[in-house]
């Protein structure tokens, strides 16, 4: 097992909260989700599978949900506002809208950009 470099962290799926590195070769993790990336380059995404025993947790990274492409493409514009423990975020569409459904990614990235952690999601 070895640590991950700032690049290889940089570049983890936003929804992965753990890795198993070995050499060059690193399965990121989370609940229910994995994804291997050899030599830098990410592989298929495998929708199921547990957190493994000795993964261990991705070192933090500044999210900037500014950069995150969404997956519905009526949003314009995405930014988080407030003050600490009342932080909230503004999305802009494109065109008026009435409903918004997000996908289990977008509401990841979501939760990254107000630094939620899993107990306050409990």
Not at 11 to 33: C, L, Q, R
Not at 44 to 70: A, L
Not at 90 to 105: D, G, N, P
Request: hydrophobic share 35%.
């Amino acid at each position: 097992m070895r640590e991950l470099t700032q690049k290889e962290i940089d570049n983890a799926p936003s929804w992965a909260t753990h890795y198993d590195a070995v050499g060059e070769s690193i399965m990121f993790e989370s609940k229910g989700s994995t994804q291997m990336m050899i030599k830098g380059e990410l592989g298929n995404f495998i929708p199921f599978g547990p957190v493994s025993e000795h993964s261990i947790p991705i070192p933090h990274k500044e999210f900037d949900i500014s950069e995150y492409e969404f997956s519905d493409c009526d949003i314009q514009s995405v930014m988080v506002d407030g003050c600490e423990g009342h932080e909230y975020i503004h999305i802009s569409f494109k065109e008026e809208t009435i409903e918004l459904t997000q996908s289990r990614f977008d509401v990841i990235a979501m939760a990254k950009a107000l630094k939620l952690t899993a107990d306050e999601l409990k």
